[in-house]
């Protein structure tokens, strides 16, 4: 009984650490949030709770002496407290270094699109010559021939400019943001691995229709994608 259980348990934790993310890197931001997460709490709970037992315990109670018993130090513990905590947070910097490498590094098999910022949609370039113009129309809508189209499961490298003034591309279920900055190349890179439609906004307030700077990510299976992105690549217009 006890060991089928332990058995279960274990399963479901194989289970839940194997599943597929939705998208990359958000994955590394979720795991990099909890440990930070549940370092904080244990300090909390290490301060607080015996703070609030000594809070109790030591009170004042009426006629007691005012002054406490004067303190001159204690170099095992001061050694103690610096050394902790001098740990954890080496942990936390390398931890999040690590990380960081991994959220600035596009895998080497990325697709690459290059998107521009403009007042106020998104410039996208497939590598194949194929253009998309991203945006909202004055109906605030998206019509189908703008929405960015990318494959599912496979790493998107975004070299991102602007045409005028700071524009930010935020893919959401990404969780990943870069600013797209007039004259100079910025990048990121992602990954999603489910079809679906998602949300790109810009992140960076740049003028009275930022909020129209709104896209749709859709992302299809390998195939659908190969045949969309080889259609109508000779007949482009420029905007
Ligand atoms: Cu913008």
């Known amino acids: 009984m006890r060991v089928s259980r332990f058995l279960l348990l274990s399963l479901l934790v194989v289970g839940f650490a194997s599943a597929e993310p939705l998208a990359y890197p958000a994955n590394l931001f979720d795991n990099i949030y909890y440990i930070w997460l549940l370092v904080s709490v244990i300090i909390y709970l290490i301060v607080a709770i015996p703070m609030l037992y000594f809070m109790i315990k030591y009170r004042y109670k009426k006629g007691e002496n005012e002054e406490g018993v004067p303190i001159h130090g204690n170099h095992a513990l001061e050694i103690t407290w610096t050394v902790i905590p001098l740990i954890i947070v080496i942990y936390l910097a390398t931890q999040s270094f690590a990380f960081y490498k991994k959220q600035r590094t596009a895998p080497p098999d990325s697709m690459e699109l290059k998107v521009t910022g403009f007042m106020w949609g998104w410039e996208v370039d497939y590598p194949n010559g194929k253009k998309v113009f991203a945006f909202f129309n004055d109906k605030y809508q998206i019509p189908e ?9 496979k790493p998107v490298k975004v070299l991102l400019t602007s045409r005028d003034v700071i524009h930010s591309f935020y893919v959401r ?6 600013d797209a900055v007039p004259g100079r190349i910025t990048h990121l890179w992602f990954q999603i691995n489910k079809p679906g439609e998602y949300w790109v906004f810009c992140r960076e307030y740049c003028g009275t229709q930022h909020s129209r700077m709104v896209a749709i990510l859709k992302v299809v299976p390998q195939a659908e994608f190969d045949k969309w992105v080889n259609q109508g690549v000779s007949n482009q217009k420029s905007l």
Do not use: D, L, T
């Not at 021939?145 to 499961?153: L, R, S, T």
């Not at 279920?173 to 870069?178: C, D, G, H, I, L």
């Open 145 to 153: 021939e703008q929405k960015i189209v990318i494959p599912a499961g």
């Open 173 to 178: 279920p990404a969780k990943v943001m870069e």
